[in-house]
């Protein structure tokens, strides 16, 4: 493997924020040495937790009513029903309410990719990397408990998280597999709306888990381009004509991204095309490292810890034309 | 692993049966009314699992079962087990099936006072005058919720509650043992 040269600046800024050097210089190439900077102080900085209010099971007024006392929050400006915790007396994840399903804790750009793909009541979804279910919770939610949404998922101990969520929130339009998503073309189905959700290296959630910091090498993005590739390739082939397909990462890193959507819509040329999601952040990159990516990809969107206080995150709508 | 269309059939008429005990008849006119279908997994030798299902969530599985060679991990409403024993059914009724009833259908429900209702939470069982008030009828199994009626679990009745109370019985008798409580899902859910 080609290895990386590494500027001096880029190794102090590591050192000085106690990350891995090939990302300081990364970071410096994205945003200039200013924004890195701040991303790398909001990474320090924490970032506050959401919840997302289960309407299935109450309404956001009754919740709110409920945990004033001990639980306080902000509403979202993207999410109706999700919502900042500001302050709270209590380990958010093991209150009564909790227990009644009538909230889920969630970083609040996480809510964004369900809203994106808007579920309709009766439509046939997939979430090709479900668990913990976070947001095939949501998009059950979303659609009311009905219709179907099948969620897939490799990680058995995820999956009994799934199964334990699905149960707690109440959801009863779900039908999990313990599967690998690629094998989904295998099964002859076609679906109106597919999240992926992709796996990825979670740079994005170094705000709240300091030891992504270190814990994750090139060579895992270089590996892991590979299954984000694989399955968003399988997502469109299973997607019904006129169909949307919401791809997602917790990472702000291109490669994980805008490279992988990229290539995507060089393989199926004219049968897809990107919608324009962008006014909810950052516009997605179109040019990164020198290398010129397509325009389309301004469409896509972009959210950070230093800009909107959220995870670092990437969506991108894309639509089946045929 | 091949599942007996005989031994489907009878463990949903166990499931059926428990249901009608638990909650009357009119709760398996409400199951068919609201379209909804059991689906029964067979887990392993002795192992059941049964799940409530939508007629769209059964139809995408009958379409999709012989290509993706795996059952479903769950399904829909997860309604309860069935273990084998030297030849002998044990039926557990789940949590979710029990709480859709008890919510949709107000029977067979304990209430009882905040106190208890978070001692519950954590594994305990209820004493009688913790009982503020019953939805009746009251089966051998019954949901307990709180003053609001939130759901926090399954109990088992260990005397005759309705009686007990009409009698002016000894008020610190444990009247409800715990089988499962909604803390569950932080003590095990994952």
Redesign the interface.
């Known amino acids: 493997m080609k290895s990386i040269k590494i500027d001096k600046e880029s190794i102090e800024l590591a050192i000085e924020y106690d990350i891995l050097p090939y990302m300081a210089k990364r970071y410096i190439e994205l945003f200039s040495y200013k924004g890195a900077v701040s991303l790398l102080n909001a990474f320090r900085l924490g970032l506050k937790r959401g919840i997302r209010c289960n309407t299935l099971k109450i309404s956001c007024y009754d919740l709110l009513n409920k945990i004033k006392n001990r639980i306080i929050v902000k509403q979202t400006p993207w999410v109706p029903y999700g919502f900042w915790v500001l302050e709270s007396n209590v380990d958010i994840g093991a209150t009564p309410e909790y227990l009644f399903g009538y909230y889920h804790p969630q970083g609040i750009a996480s809510m964004i990719p369900p809203i994106i793909l808007n579920p309709e009541p009766h439509d046939k979804v997939l979430d090709m990397c479900a668990a913990p279910g976070s947001k095939t919770t949501q998009l059950a939610q979303m659609m009311e408990n009905k219709g179907v949404i099948l969620a897939l998922d490799v990680d058995r101990d995820r999956m009994r998280a799934l199964r334990s969520n699905i149960s707690r929130l109440g959801i009863h339009n779900v039908i999990t597999f313990l599967l690998d998503a690629r094998k989904i073309v295998n099964v002859g189905e076609k679906f109106d709306k597919v999240l992926v959700d992709a796996p990825c290296t979670g740079e994005g959630l170094i705000p709240l888990m300091p030891e992504r910091r270190k814990s994750r090498t090139f060579y895992d993005i270089m590996v892991l381009m590979r299954l984000q590739y694989e399955l968003l390739k399988a997502a469109i082939l299973v997607t019904k004509k006129e169909g949307i397909i919401v791809y997602s990462t917790c990472s702000i890193a291109p490669e994980e991204n805008e490279v992988i959507i990229d290539s995507i819509l060089k393989e199926f040329k004219g049968k897809i095309e990107i919608v324009d999601i962008s006014s909810y952040g950052e516009k997605g990159f179109t040019e990164i490292y020198g290398l010129r990516l397509s325009k389309e990809l301004e469409f896509c969107l972009r959210l950070y810890p230093h800009i909107h206080r959220t995870e670092g995150f990437f969506i991108c709508k894309i639509k089946k034309k045929i | 692993m091949q599942d007996k269309e005989e031994d489907i059939k009878n463990i949903q008429e166990i499931v059926y049966e428990e249901i009608k005990r638990l909650f009357g008849n009119y709760a398996l006119r409400f199951i068919v009314e609201s379209k909804y279908d059991m689906i029964v997994l067979k887990r392993d030798m002795n192992l059941y699992e049964m799940f409530?299902?939508?007629k769209?969530?059964k139809q995408?599985?009958l379409?999709?079962q012989d290509?993706?060679k795996?059952k479903?991990?769950?399904?829909?409403?997860?309604a309860g087990s069935i273990t084998k024993r030297k030849g002998k059914l044990k039926l557990k009724i789940g949590?979710?099936l029990m709480?859709f009833l008890a919510q949709r259908l107000r029977r067979n429900i304990v209430i009882v006072n905040d106190h208890a209702a978070?001692l519950f939470?954590y594994g305990r069982d209820i004493m009688l005058n913790s009982i503020v008030d019953i939805l009746p009828p009251i089966g051998y199994l019954t949901v307990v919720a709180n003053r609001g009626l939130?759901?926090l679990g399954l109990a088992k009745l260990l005397i005759n509650i309705e009686g007990a109370i009409n009698k002016g019985a000894k008020k610190d008798v444990i009247a409800l043992k715990n089988v499962i409580d909604?803390?569950w899902?932080?003590r095990k859910?994952?």
């Open positions: 409530l299902v939508s769209e969530l995408l599985w379409t999709i290509r993706i795996q479903p991990y769950s399904i829909g409403l997860f949590l979710d709480e978070m939470l939130e759901i909604k803390g899902y932080l859910g994952g």
